[in-house]
């Protein structure tokens, strides 16, 4: 059976996330001892004490929640190095992107804590200078809303499933696009909290900022293909993986098409590594008929037995 590994993205965060493989697990403990010391301050305190607003900072839970799913990884690795097959895809929603290359073997680990907590910097940054948000809406179709966006002045930022997208812009003219979409038929629209409109051009400054701190890092070809955010097709080179960290900035997340590449390709199961369990409840939304798992704690660490029949 084709299996892949996906990883959260930004919204999966919450205090106390971590502590228990931390306590439970050498191995989870390793991560956190090493984001800590890439970072120069107790991101792993933050993980598990909070407080919960400033978890929620882009700047800190970009790497947070990088280091909490490599935790969870390392955990299932430490109780059993057999139980997960070998993925034949890696994928990760925005920042679990960064998560992915870890395990694909395009960088480090201490590497991508501290590009993802310089990516949340640079977005939030970015999110000053040009201010905005995001809204999903829900039960509507795709290329209605892309048309609402066209007319609005905002963007199509997420294609998550079937019926939940996501859109950013301005806070004024998100207004009007909610507005607009409930009117043509959406079921209903949901302010989400972040601080800026991600994945859209307003995000401009952040591109720059991190193609300079980019500059300088090494990056691998990676030995897993990772299935990018902006074109749901596969990266095999370390080229294609250093444009994607840039273009992902500016550009919509294609979660649906990602995830229906990859069972095209012959993937029955998806193993989500990290807090929550999001990723797991839009693949089955995309296909009912593959299997999803997820690993985000002790207990379903303790409990993998792979992945079911």
Known sequence: MKVAYVFPGQGAQKAGMGYDLYSSFPAARAVFTQ???ALGFSLSRLCFEGPEDELRQTINAQPALVAASLA???AVREVNSNALPPPAF???HSLGEYTALVVAGVLDFATV?????????????????????MVAV???DEARLAEVCRETGTWLANVNCPHQLVISGTRENLAKASELARARGARRTVSLSVSAA???PLMQSAVDGMSRVLESVPFSDPVVPVVAN????PMTSAAEVKAELLRQLCHGVQWQRSVEYMIDDGVAAFIEIGPGEVLSGLIRRIN???????IGDVPAVRGYRGVPG
Do not use: K, Q, W
């Open 35 to 37: 984001a800590d010391e």
């Open 113 to 133: 804590v501290y590009l993802a907590r310089e990516r949340g910097r640079l977005m939030h940054e970015a999110g000053l200078e040009s201010p905005g948000g």
């Open 90 to 92: 890696l994928a990760g």
């Open 230 to 233: 902006t074109t749901a097709e």
């Open 72 to 74: 969870c990884l390392e």
């Open 138 to 140: 829900i039960g509507f």
């Open 198 to 200: 991600f994945h859209t």
């Open 288 to 294: 009912p008929g593959v299997r999803t798992v997820n």
